[in-house]
C-alpha cells in the first residue's frame, strides 16, 4: 500500500510544528523522514497515526483520502506505528499487551490468549524474532520489546509501519538487527517509513529520503547522496560533521578511581568494581547503552551518591564522603544528563543560573549582600564568550532553545577553575549546530590542560571526541579501549560480549 | 540481570517473612506460655444456634494450650522454611503459622474465661463487609488510575440514601437497591472534578468526604431527628438461611447465615478477582491505570474507562453502605461510617490492588476489631485501645516495605489528557 499526506499543517499556539507537509511512500519501499530533534517529524507522524488531529490537509492510503480521527482509525486502515517510547504496558505479558484493545473473548466472556499466543508464535516464527507470548515486558530487553510492537503491528495486518526513532534506544548490534528486519519486511511488500536523525542509519537501509526542517520538507535525495548533503539540508547551511583535533596530551592523573563501588539503598551494586583513571589533556568517553550504570557513575564522582565503596581521587585527594558542594570546590564541573530537571532552573534568569553555584562567593556577593550589577556584568560576558542566543540576560532559563540551555550550563560550569570536566549526554536533543559547538568546546578544555569525562550513549559522539573509550555493561566497565578501535568492537562490549580480539589498554 | 534481581528480592522478601513468622513463634512460645505464671481453664464455645454439633465447648488449660498452639506456629514456620527452599509456594504454611499463633494468643489472652469461638469468627466477618465492600470500591477506581479517597462518603452517603428510602416505603430491599446509585453519584462527582477537570485526586477526595458528611449530618439532623417515625425507622433485611449448608459446624453460621449484602459479596470478590485478571474489563483498566499512553495508541477511550470505572466503583461502595444502614441497625446516625472508608482503602494497600489481598486483609482487621469487643468483654491482660491500632501498626509495617515493596497502579492519580505527552 501506499500512502501519500497533502498539505498537512499542525500549529501549537504560535509554533508551526508542521508546515504545508506533502510526501509519499510507495508500496515496498523504506521512505526515511530525517530531520533534527523538534523539526516535526514526530508531530506528523502522531497526526498519521491518530494520535493528533491536523489543522489542515489530507491523508491517503492507496490514492483514497481517508479521516483519521483516532488510532483505531489508523489501524483499520493497515497503518502500524512503532512508537519512539515503546507503547507496552511494562506489567503485562506480551500476549496481554498485543490483544489490549482487540480483545476477543472466549464463550464465558474471558479474555482469548491462545489465539494471540498462536499468532505471536506464528509471526515470530515467519521472521526469525524469537518472542516468548507469556513473558513479561518488564523482564525483556528493549530490543525485544521493540521487535513485539513490530509483531503487535504485523498482527493488525499493517501494511504501512511507521518506526518513530527506532533505534535511539538500540545497542549498534540490536540496530544492524534491526535493520535488516526493516529489510526483510520491506521484501514482504510492506511500506515502512523510518523516522531517524541518524544519518548512517538511513544510509544504510532507506529507498527514498526526505528531509524536514523546520516544520517543512526541504528535500527529497537518494541513499547515495553524501552525509555531508544530507546534513546540511537538515541544518540548512554546510555543516562539518568531522571533529577537528590533535592527539591528546596527556598529562598527570587528575581523576582515579579504585575498585568504586556504588550502591542503592538496599546494598544493590549499581556499578561496581569500577577502576579508571583519567589524565589531564586527555577526553575518556565511557560508553554504553543507557542504563547500565554510566548515570549513577557520574553521580558518584560529584558526591550525589551515598553509597559508595572504594576511592575516587581528584589530584589525590579523596572524594568519598565529602559533599556535592565540596566535590564541585574541589576542582569538578558537572553537566549532568538533563539540562531541564538538573543542569538549571527553569524559572530562574539566565544570569541566576549562570551563577548558581558561585553566587556566595566574590565578586558576586560581598559579606551577606548579593551584586546584581556584577553578576549582571558577568553574565553578559558568558553569553558572549559562549554564544548563548538570547534577547536578555534576565529572561527565565525556560525561554531557550535546548542549544542554548546546554550552553548556560556549560558557561557555568567551565567558566570555574576546575581540573575535571564530567559530561553526560552533553548534546542529546541538540541541533547540529550546538553539537559542533559543544563538541569543539569539549576539545579545547582538553588542550588546554583539563581532564574531561565523557558518558555518552551516542557512539559517533564517542569516537568524535574520546581519546579513550571505556564501555559499562551492567554497571561494570567492562573493557577500555583506544580510540582507534574499530565500531563493531565497542559495540560488542556494549552488549556485553567480551571478546579475545580486545586488544591495547583493556582492563 | 533485571529479571534475577528482582526474582532475588522476592525471595528476600519472602525470607524476611519466614524469620519473623519464627521471631512470632519465639516469642510466642515465651510470653503466652512460658512467662504466665497463673493459668486457668479456657471454655471455647462452638455451638452458636441451630448448626449441627460438632462439638459442644472445648475446655484446655491456657498454658497447655498455648504451648501447644504455639507448637502449631513452630512446625507451621518449619514447614514454611522447607517449601521455600524447595522452591514451592508456601501460603498454606503462613496460614497453618496464623492459626496457631493466634490461638496461642486466644489462650492466654482469655485465661479462666469463656470465649464464643463461632461467634468471633461470625461477628468478624460482618465487621469486615463494609471493609471488604470500600476496599473493592477502591481497587476499581485505583486499578483504572484514579485515586479514591472519597470511600468514606462514598459509604456514608449511600447509607445515609439506604436507610431514609427503606424508612419511607418500609422495605428494606427498596433501601439497598438505591444504595448503589447513590454511591454511584458521589462517583460522579469524582470523575467529573477529576477526569475532566484533573483536580489533584486526593484534595477531591478529601473535599467531597467532608462535602458528605456535611450534607448527611445536616440532613440527619433537620429531618431523622424531628419525624424518625416517617424518616428513619429502616427495616432491615433478614440473614437468609442457605439449605444444608448453613447447618455445617462453625462455617454454617458464619458464612451462610448471613444477609443478602453478604452473599452479594461473595459473587463481587469472584467475579472482581476473576474479571479483573482474565476479562477484557479488567484488562483495558489495568491498562489504562499503568500506561494510559499505550492504551490510548491501541485506541482505548482512556478517560472513558476510568469515567466507566469510578462508577462502578462507587455502585460497589454503595452495597457496603446499605450495609451500616438496611443491613444492621435500621437507623441512620451522624457519621456512623467512622472512619470505615480509610480503614479500607489501607486493606487496598495492605491487600497489594488484588481483591483477594484486599480481603484477606479486610477480614484480619475486621477479626482484629471482633476480637476487641469479645476480649473487652472477658477482661483480659491488654487494653483495648491497644488491640485497636494493631492493624493500623500492621498497614504502616507493609506500606514501609517491610513485608516487600506495595506497588501502585503506576499511573495512579495522574490524570490524562488526550496528546498530552507529545
Redesign the interface.
Known amino acids: 500500500m501506499s500512502l501519500e499526506l497533502r498539505g498537512i499543517t499542525k500549529q501549537f499556539g504560535s509554533l508551526v510544528a508542521n508546515d504545508d507537509i506533502n510526501f509519499k511512500v510507495e508500496a515496498g519501499e523504506i521512505h526515511a523522514i530525517l530531520g533534527e530533534n523538534g523539526a516535526g517529524k ?2 506528523l507522524m ?1 497526526i498519521v ?1 491518530g ?2 488531529a491536523p489543522d489542515k490537509g489530507q491523508i491517503l492510503v492507496d490514492g483514497q483520502e481517508i479521516k483519521i480521527k ?3 482509525d489508523a ?1 483499520a486502515a493497515g497503518i502500524g ?1 512503532v ?1 519512539q ?8 505479558t506480551v500476549a ?2 498485543i ?5 476477543k ?1 472466549n464463550r464465558a ?3 482469548d490468549l491462545a489465539t494471540a499466543r498462536e499468532e505471536i508464535i506464528r509471526v515470530s516464527k515467519e521472521f526469525n524474532f524469537e518472542v516468548d507470548p507469556d513473558a513479561l515486558i ?2 525483556l530487553p528493549v530490543g525485544i520489546q521493540q521487535r513485539v510492537e513490530i509483531i503487535r503491528a504485523l498482527i493488525y495486518n499493517s501494511k504501512i509501519l511507521i518506526l518513530d526513532e527506532p533505534t535511539a534506544v538500540l545497542t549498534p548490534q540490536e540496530t544492524d538487527e534491526l535493520l535488516a528486519n526493516m529489510k526483510k519486511l520491506r521484501d514482504s511488500g510492506r511500506s515502512i517509513v523510518f523516522i531517524t536523525h541518524k544519518l548512517r542509519e538511513v544510509k544504510a537501509v532507506a529507498d527514498r529520503i526526505s528531509i524536514i526542517r523546520r516544520g517543512k520538507v526541504v528535500g527529497t535525495v537518494q541513499p547515495s547522496a553524501s552525509q555531508e548533503e544530507m546534513a546540511s539540508l537538515m541544518v540548512g547551511r554546510p555543516v562539518d560533521l568531522t571533529v577537528n583535533k590533535a592527539d591528546g596530551k596527556p598529562g598527570k592523573t587528575i581523576l582515579e578511581m579504585v575498585d568504586l563501588n556504588v550502591l542503592d539503598t ?1 546494598g ?1 551494586a549499581l556499578a561496581s568494581k569500577i577502576n579508571l583513571t583519567v589524565s589531564a589533556g586527555e577526553v575518556v568517553a565511557v560508553a554504553g547503552v543507557q542504563g547500565n550504570g554510566q548515570s549513577e557513575l557520574a553521580e558518584a564522582i560529584v558526591g550525589l551518591r551515598e553509597h559508595l565503596t572504594g576511592s575516587i581521587k581528584l589530584s589525590g585527594n579523596e572524594l568519598i564522603g565529602r559533599s556535592v558542594d565540596e566535590c564541585l570546590k574541589a576542582g569538578i564541573a558537572y553537566v549532568p544528563e538533563s539540562r531541564e530537571l538538573d543542569g538549571l532552573i527553569s524559572s530562574f534568569s539566565i544570569t541566576e543560573n549562570l551563577i548558581l553555584d558561585t553566587h556566595g562567593e566574590a565578586p558576586y556577593s560581598k559579606g551577606i549582600f548579593y551584586k546584581p550589577a556584577m553578576a549582571h556584568q558577568v553574565a553578559l560576558e558568558r553569553i558572549k564568550e559562549f554564544d548563548i542566543r538570547a534577547q536578555s540576560a534576565n529572561d527565565p532559563a525556560s525561554s531557550l532553545s535546548g542549544g542554548n540551555k546546554q550552553k548556560v550550563v556549560l558557561a557555568r560550569e567551565l567558566s570555574r577553575p576546575v581540573e575535571l570536566v564530567v559530561v553526560c549526554q552533553p548534546t542529546r536533543g541538540l541541533d547540529v549546530g550546538s553539537i559542533e559547538f559543544v563538541h569543539q568546546r569539549l576539545i579545547s578544555e582538553r588542550d588546554s590542560g583539563r581532564a574531561v569525562l565523557l558518558f555518552s550513549t551516542e557512539l559517533d559522539e564517542v569516537f568524535a571526541l574520546a581519546d579513550r573509550i571505556a564501555i559499562m555493561y ?1 554497571g561494570e566497565i567492562i573493557a577500555i579501549v583506544p580510540a582507534t578501535a574499530s565500531r563493531e568492537e565497542v559495540g560488542l562490549y556494549m552488549a556485553g560480549i567480551r571478546t579475545a580480539t580486545a586488544k591495547g589498554g583493556a582492563a | 540481570m533485571k529479571n534475577k534481581t528482582t526474582m532475588s528480592r522476592e525471595s528476600k522478601r519472602k525470607l524476611n517473612g519466614i524469620y519473623s513468622m519464627a521471631i512470632a513463634s519465639i516469642f510466642s512460645i515465651v510470653v503466652f506460655a512460658y512467662l504466665p505464671k497463673v493459668s486457668g481453664d479456657v471454655t471455647y464455645s462452638f455451638v452458636l444456634d441451630k448448626e449441627w454439633v460438632l462439638i459442644q465447648q472445648w475446655v484446655i488449660d491456657s498454658r497447655v494450650g498455648a504451648y501447644g498452639f504455639s507448637a502449631l506456629s513452630v512446625l507451621f514456620t518449619a514447614l514454611a522454611y522447607y517449601l521455600f527452599r524447595k522452591g514451592k509456594k508456601h501460603g498454606i504454611a503462613i496460614f497453618g503459622f496464623s492459626i496457631g499463633f493466634f490461638m496461642a494468643f486466644l489462650c492466654w489472652a482469655s485465661a479462666g474465661d469463656f470465649v464464643p469461638f463461632t461467634g468471633l469468627l461470625q461477628g468478624g466477618l460482618i465487621l469486615a463487609v463494609p471493609l471488604i465492600y470500600g476496599s473493592l470500591a477502591g481497587l476499581v477506581c485505583e486499578r483504572s488510575g484514579v485515586i479514591n479517597i472519597a470511600i468514606e462518603g462514598q459509604l456514608l452517603g449511600s447509607a445515609f440514601v439506604a436507610g431514609v428510602v427503606g424508612s419511607l416505603l418500609q422495605n428494606a430491599w427498596y433501601g439497598l437497591l438505591v444504595a448503589p446509585f447513590a454511591g454511584a453519584l458521589i462517583s460522579v462527582l469524582l470523575a467529573v472534578f477529576a477526569i475532566k477537570y484533573r483536580i489533584d485526586q486526593v484534595i477531591l477526595g478529601f473535599v467531597i468526604n467532608v462535602l458528605v458528611i456535611g450534607l448527611t449530618s445536616f440532613a440527619a439532623q433537620r429531618f431523622l431527628r424531628e419525624d424518625s417515625e416517617k424518616w428513619n425507622e429502616s427495616p432491615i433485611l433478614q440473614p437468609i438461611n442457605i439449605p444444608i449448608l448453613y447447618k455445617l459446624p462453625i462455617i454454617g453460621p458464619m458464612f451462610f447465615s448471613q444477609t443478602i449484602i453478604i452473599y452479594l459479596l461473595y459473587v463481587i470478590i469472584i467475579v472482581t478477582q476473576i474479571a479483573l485478571f482474565k476479562s477484557k474489563w479488567g484488562l483495558r483498566m489495568r491498562s489504562v491505570g499503568e500506561l494510559p499512553v499505550a492504551a490510548e495508541s491501541v485506541g482505548i477511550d482512556v478517560n472513558k474507562v476510568r469515567f466507566r470505572n469510578v462508577i462502578i466503583a462507587g455502585a460497589i461502595a454503595g452495597f457496603g453502605g446499605a450495609y451500616f444502614t438496611v443491613g444492621s441497625v435500621g437507623a441512620f446516625s451522624r457519621e456512623m461510617t467512622a472512619g470505615m472508608g480509610f480503614i479500607a482503602l489501607a486493606a487496598l494497600i495492605f491487600g497489594r490492588w488484588t481483591p483477594l489481598g484486599a480481603l484477606s486483609a479486610a477480614l484480619v482487621f475486621g477479626f482484629a476489631d471482633q476480637l476487641r469487643s469479645v476480649l473487652s468483654i472477658a477482661g483480659t491482660p491488654i487494653p483495648s485501645a491497644f488491640m485497636m491500632m494493631v492493624p493500623y501498626i500492621a498497614t504502616i509495617i507493609a506500606v514501609s516495605g517491610f513485608v516487600g515493596r506495595v506497588r501502585a497502579p503506576a499511573a495512579d492519580g495522574i490524570p490524562y489528557q488526550r496528546g498530552g505527552s507529545h
Open positions: 514526530s508531530t502522531n497515526y494520535l493528533l483516532s488510532p483505531l489501524l506505528m512508537h517510547h515503546f507503547m507496552l504496558i511494562p506489567v503485562f496481554e499487551n490483544v489490549l484493545g482487540h480483545e473473548t466472556g474471558l479474555l518488564e523482564d538496599t544493590r551492567r
